[in-house]
């Protein structure tokens, strides 16, 4: 028995040991938050945030997007589990105003670290311009049936439903279908993981450096091979390219405007209609998060070819990166535009 009673304390003396070590494991530090994998817990709040954020974090970290694969993050809605989780999490990337949904949540949880990309996305503001249409002039001019003219290219959009949690937004949001903008937004989350894990600045920042170096070299290629564009003008799904027509100097035509959701009038496929004869367009753009039948119907309308450019809100296919699709996206633009 008194051998059993040592064994006994043995062992208790052991698990009281092993917990204080726990416990002096697990208690946050100087040197940042981590996981029980000893890596740090990211969650992001669309794919473009979460490509960022693995990419930058390497090993260091562990990325979850609040927007699953596949899903359109525009009308995001988290679960109680979803937005308690935000409370653990060392560090949580969004575009603020973009995700209503995202911002609320953030707001109740108060994460520790919170790094908000849209200072280094140097959002536009939509207005009249003919990559960043104001939805409120847009449906203005579909109520007084104003004809489609050359003059028209400039509005991109009309007579929409406006739903979708993001529509208090007065900016366009897509900026990561500028690469330039995104590399941008590399270095401004690297600094900021930077901040919140100090063990690894050095590895986030020279991560995010590279990123920054690969990002504007696919800026630079994006801008020299739609040089020569002799179509000046493309028409997609959405009216999500506002900053790529921007980088390549290029118009972009929105079927539906920054949300997908809203539908077109009849008087709107008219003039997009007149404007792609006008301007020679050959090619309808699809996504594959929205149903292409519109598109398809107008490009049969108009004789003319469909193709795919792919916004980029989502992950679609696992294979590809976000790197991979933009390449896909300047192939898919030059050869339609006739770019030489």
């Known amino acids: ?41 990211v969650m992001a709040s669309f ?19 609040l927007t699953p694969a596949g899903a359109e993050p525009h009308d995001l809605e988290l679960s109680p589990k979803t937005v308690d989780a935000l409370a653990s999490a060392d560090a949580v990337v969004y575009l603020a105003g973009f995700q209503s949904a995202v911002d609320e949540a953030i707001e109740q949880q108060a994460p520790k670290t919170v790094i908000d990309v849209s200072p280094a996305a140097e959002l536009v503001e939509a207005n009249s311009s003919a990559n960043h249409p104001s939805e409120d002039e847009d449906a203005d001019e579909a109520q007084s049936g104003e004809s489609a003219t050359e003059e028209h290219t400039d509005h991109d959009h009309e007579g929409h439903d406006h739903e979708g949690h993001h529509h208090d937004m007065s900016a366009d949001p897509h900026f990561w279908l500028d690469p330039v903008r995104m590399a941008s937004a590399a270095t401004l989350v690297g600094d900021k993981l930077a901040e919140a894990d100090p063990a690894n600045a050095d590895t986030y920042k020279a991560n995010a450096k ?57 008087a709107r496929l008219a003039e997009i209609g007149q404007i792609a004869k006008d301007q020679g367009v050959t090619t309808i753009f699809t996504e594959a998060l929205i149903d292409p039948k519109v598109a398809q119907t107008l490009a049969d309308d108009l004789g003319i070819s469909t193709a795919v450019l792919d916004p980029i809100e989502s992950q679609t296919d696992s294979s590809k990166d976000y790197a991979a699709v933009m390449k896909d996206n300047i192939t898919a633009l030059t050869t339609a535009n006739n770019c030489q």
């Open 1 to 41: 028995m008194i051998f059993m009673s040592k064994r006994i304390l043995a062992a208790a003396c052991a698990a009281a040991t092993a917990l204080a070590l726990s416990a002096c494991s697990s208690a946050p530090s100087s040197e940042g938050n981590a996981s029980k994998d000893g890596t740090l817990t």
């Open 47 to 65: 794919y473009p945030l979460q490509y960022l954020a693995e990419k930058i974090g390497g090993e260091h970290v562990t990325v979850t997007s």
């Open 210 to 266: 590279a990123l920054n170096e690969e990002l504007s070299a696919l800026g630079d290629d994006l801008v020299a091979k739609t040089a020569t564009c002799q179509i000046k003008t493309f028409v997609t799904a959405h009216t999500a390219f506002g900053y790529l027509a921007d980088r390549t100097g290029l118009t972009q035509v929105g079927i539906s405007g920054l949300d997908p959701d809203s539908s077109p009038s009849p």
